[in-house]
C-alpha cells in the first residue's frame, strides 16, 4: 500500500514558478512508475509528467520544456518543479503511483493517489 500527500501548490503570475512535492509512504516506492497528473474545472484528466523505476522522465508536449519531474528515493519524495507557467497551467494537480516500474499515460493504470494540490496561475 502507498499513501501519496502533494503539497507545494498556490497561486502564481504568469511566467512565475512553483514546486510541487509529493511524500510517499511505503518501502516499495522507488520501484514504482510516478506521475503527476491535472484536472481543470470541465476538462477531462491529463498527466503531465512521469518518472519510471530508472529514473527515465517523459512529459506531455504542453509542459515540455517548462516542467521538470524528478524523484528522491531516500526520502520517497516525488517533485514537480513548473516554470513559464501559463494561465492554461491551472488545475488541481495529483500525484499517483502505478504498481509496475514503467509508465503509461492513462490514468488509469495508476492504483494510487494523492488529494491534490490546487495550482492557479493568473
Known amino acids: 500500500q502507498v499513501q501519496l500527500v502533494e503539497s507545494g501548490g498556490g497561486s502564481v503570475q504568469a511566467g512565475g514558478s512553483l514546486r510541487l512535492s509529493c511524500a510517499a509512504s511505503?518501502?516499495?516506492?522507488?520501484?514504482?512508475?510516478m506521475g503527476w497528473f491535472r484536472q481543470a474545472p470541465g476538462k477531462e484528466r491529463e498527466g503531465v509528467a512521469y518518472?519510471?523505476?530508472?529514473?527515465?522522465?517523459s512529459y506531455a508536449d504542453s509542459v515540455k520544456g517548462r516542467f521538470t519531474i524528478s524523484k528522491d528515493n531516500a526520502k520517497n519524495t516525488l517533485f514537480l518543479e513548473m516554470n513559464s507557467l501559463k494561465p492554461e497551467d491551472t488545475a488541481m494537480y495529483y500525484c499517483?503511483?502505478?504498481?509496475?516500474?514503467?509508465?503509461?499515460?492513462?490514468?488509469?493504470?495508476?492504483?494510487?493517489w494523492g488529494q491534490g494540490t490546487q495550482v492557479t496561475v493568473s
Open positions: 518518472i519510471d523505476s530508472d529514473d527515465a522522465t
Open positions: 499517483a503511483a502505478r504498481q509496475y516500474g514503467t509508465c503509461a499515460v492513462d490514468g488509469s493504470e495508476y492504483k494510487f
Open positions: 511505503g518501502s516499495t516506492y522507488s520501484k514504482y512508475c
